[in-house]
């Protein structure tokens, strides 16, 4: 229960893509990505939802049934996801999204969590044969303009 950290529960290709950007970061950067999230289930998709929509006293019965730890009325004030029903078919419902934290500090600079980028970046150029015929690329989440997700990388279709 909980937030899941496994990689090995990430489609085979993305595992290899997430393995590559945590070196990547390591080498070049000097960075610790460290793995906040891999596949996700619905109960914990419920509970995120929850938060910033419905009463704190709600979202927290939902996150301890996840067996997430509990927020506080600060927590609970904005919206974390768009997202009400896990998709089996995309991101972190399929495996196919993993959030990482620079250092594990939720709190890095602009320049620590735009690593993840430069990463996501360096792997669409090592994985372009395998991404091809995937028929796929990846994408970070810090460059979405609207619902801006920075520790979130996702290997999306059809593109
Ligand atoms: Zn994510």
Redesign the pocket.
Known sequence: MGLNRNLDDLQPLFKKIIIYIIEQAKEKYNIDLKVN?TKRSQEIQTAYFAQGRQSLIIVNQLREKAGLYTINDKDNQKTITRVENINTEVS?GAGL?C?VVPNGNWSSSPLDWAVIGKCVVLANGKFVNELREFKGKVIW?GNWSKFT?K??IELEKGV
Do not use: I, K, L
């Open positions: 999230e972190h999204a959030d989440g997700d520790p979130h």
